[in-house]
């Protein structure tokens, strides 16, 4: 699976868009890109994942260059409760799931 | 809500006992997994089954075994319990292909 590189911290201001960048220049074409996030020491919390195109939930909406070699995790209207650890993960479809050490956001009223 | 459950939630025992963290999933997943982590540090992947008689050893290096008798159970176990067991346990489980990982709330270890 390829290797992630994310900026160790973060601030956002409370109700503005986080965008949180992920470098993934080194993934292979059946990788997919994943985004969890980690609220305290709280069990890991799936968010969204894809391929190639795209994709928006509930939750936030993931950005993903032409290139692949890198993407954007998108929360559009951040709160305090979204201040936690976020991880960026490629791996191919069915290989186990390894994290790094993650983006901590801070959301600040 | 993931149906994935984890005991005991916090434990504090003293060195040289033996202890069994228990982890209970009712989504019928064959994959789960066991993961390591410090206050403030990474997740570590230190066991994982593919299914019922299957585990593997993790990345990093533990002294803890566990077993899959069964589908919906996958305990880790502790035979001699020392400080630098210290950790939070977090056991997680998914189904087949590009699913996602579900994980429990955690087991926080203290060992005395």
């Known amino acids: 699976d390829a290797k992630t590189t994310q900026p160790t911290s973060m601030d956002c201001a409370e109700g503005r868009a986080a965008n949180l960048p992920c470098n993934h220049s080194?993934?292979?074409?059946?990788?997919?890109v994943y985004w969890y996030r980690q609220i305290h020491s709280q069990g890991p919390q799936y968010i969204i994942h894809g391929l190639k195109n795209n994709e928006t939930n509930e939750m936030a909406s993931l950005i993903i260059t032409e290139d692949r070699k890198s993407s954007t995790l998108i929360l559009p209207h951040a709160t305090l409760r979204d201040t936690a650890v976020y991880y960026c993960i490629v791996r191919v479809g069915d290989n186990d799931m390894r994290f790094g050490a993650g983006t901590r956001l801070t959301v600040k009223p | 809500e993931a149906d994935i459950y984890q005991t005991p939630r916090y434990l504090v025992i003293g060195t040289g006992k033996k202890i069994t963290l228990e982890c209970s999933q009712t989504?019928?997943?064959?994959?789960m997994y066991w993961y390591q982590q410090d206050p403030g540090m990474e997740l570590h992947l230190i066991h994982y089954?593919?299914?019922?008689?299957?585990?593997e050893k993790g990345d990093l290096s533990s002294e803890s075994t566990v077993s899959r008798i069964r589908t919906e159970h996958f305990p880790l176990t502790l035979e001699s319990a020392r400080p630098s067991h210290t950790s939070q346990y977090l056991c997680?489980?998914?189904?087949?292909?590009?699913?996602?990982?579900?994980f429990g709330e955690g087991s926080r270890l203290t060992v005395l």
């Open positions: 080194t993934i292979s074409g059946n990788e997919y």
């Open positions: 089954s593919y299914g019922v008689n299957s585990t």
């Open positions: 989504m019928g997943h064959d994959k």
């Open positions: 997680a489980s998914r189904g087949l292909g590009a699913g996602e990982l579900f």
